[in-house]
């Protein structure tokens, strides 16, 4: 598949409305928003929005920095693995994620060093609103949401209009080692799930993980069914913790009258 200039256009004006979205908290920087425009503008969603929701699946984990870390940015397989998956023939959803996490990890270099270049604009606009400079003020207080605008316009053009030479690059790789990446990309989204559960996972809920676990294994229950009995038990878990705390503040109550009562005795 062929992408023409107007299409590369249209994608790097959705990368920047995209990109710029993550200042504004709207939260359009996530791959399964990117890959969705994608497939809208290149008339094949379902391929973007599998795209989508397998670096979804893989980003829950390693897409969320902990501590110091700076975990890899969306647009990479949001934008550039959608295009390799929807334009180029034996790339799967999966070898797209896994071809795609490399331009990830640079465009978050990209995004920090954007980020440098505007470390001083929040006390240069503050300074302007000491003096009363509102035009200077709105310049600078916008600065850094135009230039992730600019840079999400760069990489999604650019992305898409040079899809020719990763196509040709992509063809270098054999056949064997591109299956590899397929089942590599198939295992990052258990290895996000994973992560996650590491932080999130307490011992009391194990029992519902294996329960899960079983539910979607051996009854082959879809995805909704299973969320529908963890919704479930989320429910039943926070009704009872909220009647313990009532019972709790209740006896601490009772136990602060019993106490001042004794004491009115004693007198």
């Known amino acids: 598949m062929q992408i023409t200039l107007i299409q590369a256009l249209l994608i790097g004006l959705w990368t920047a409305f ?45 897409g969320v920095g902990a501590g110091g870390t700076v975990p890899p940015n969306p647009i990479g397989p949001g934008i550039i693995g959608t295009l390799m998956a929807i334009t180029m023939n034996g790339v799967t959803p999966q070898s797209a994620l896994a071809l795609s996490i490399p331009f990830a990890v640079a465009i978050q270099f990209l995004q920090t060093f954007v980020y440098t270049l505007c470390a001083g604009l929040p006390e240069a606009a503050s300074n302007a609103l000491k003096k009363q400079n509102f035009t200077k003020f709105r310049i600078l207080s916008n600065t850094t949401v135009s230039l992730f605008a600019i840079v999400g316009f760069f990489l999604g053009f650019l992305g898409a209009y040079s899809m020719d030479t990763l196509r040709n690059l992509v063809g270098l790789i054999p056949a064997w080692l591109l299956s590899g990446l397929s089942v590599a990309g198939g295992m990052l989204p258990a290895i996000g799930f994973a992560m996650v559960m590491t932080v999130m996972l307490k011992k009391e809920f194990v029992p519902f993980a294996l329960l899960g676990y079983a539910l979607a294994a051996f009854l082959q229950l879809p995805v909704i069914g299973i969320a529908i009995i963890g919704l479930v038990f989320a429910l039943k878990y926070y009704f009872a913790e909220d009647d313990k705390q009532e019972k709790t503040a209740g006896q601490a109550a009772t136990e602060t009258v019993s106490e001042e009562e004794s004491r009115d005795d004693w007198i």
Request: proline share 2%.
């Open 18 to 62: 995209c990109y710029a979205g993550m200042l504004w908290g709207i939260y359009t920087n996530r791959a399964l928003v990117l890959s969705f425009g994608v497939g809208v503008i290149l008339n094949d969603i379902p391929t973007a929005l599998a795209c989508g929701a397998v670096a979804e699946l893989a980003f829950m984990g390693f």
